[in-house]
């Protein structure tokens, strides 16, 4: 089976091809999304592992879901993606998505 691992320091690299082998996984790197989405798009990939070090790699994975539903994705996160996304769930933070109207942004300001 063909695993994707993405966005992962070469040392846990080298540490997971080798442990990942060991299961019977022939394993792809990709440093970026668009790294990924190639692999994705050209190999038939089982399983994904993505290392999320910014809120940005959370595109890869809606990607993933929408075009590849039979992949299973696990996340990585650190502290600060985590406290990110906690932050986000728990707080009164607007979200503004682009693009965006000026009135859009009246209407948030004026409430």
Wanted: with cysteine; hydrophobic share 45%.
């Amino acid at each position: 089976m063909n695993i994707l691992l993405v966005n992962f320091k070469e040392g846990k690299q080298k540490e997971l091809d080798e442990f990942l082998n060991t299961q019977g996984y022939k394993v792809y790197f990709a440093d970026t999304d668009l790294e990924a989405v190639q692999i994705l798009n050209n190999i038939n990939i089982g399983d994904v592992i993505v290392r999320l070090t910014k809120i940005l790699n959370i595109g890869l994975v809606n990607y993933i879901n929408h075009h590849f539903s039979d992949i299973r994705v696990l996340l990585v996160t650190n502290n600060y993606v985590e406290q990110a996304i906690s932050i986000i769930k728990n707080s009164a933070c607007e979200i503004l998505h682009e693009p965006f109207t000026l009135a859009e942004v009246k209407k948030i300001l004026q409430n």
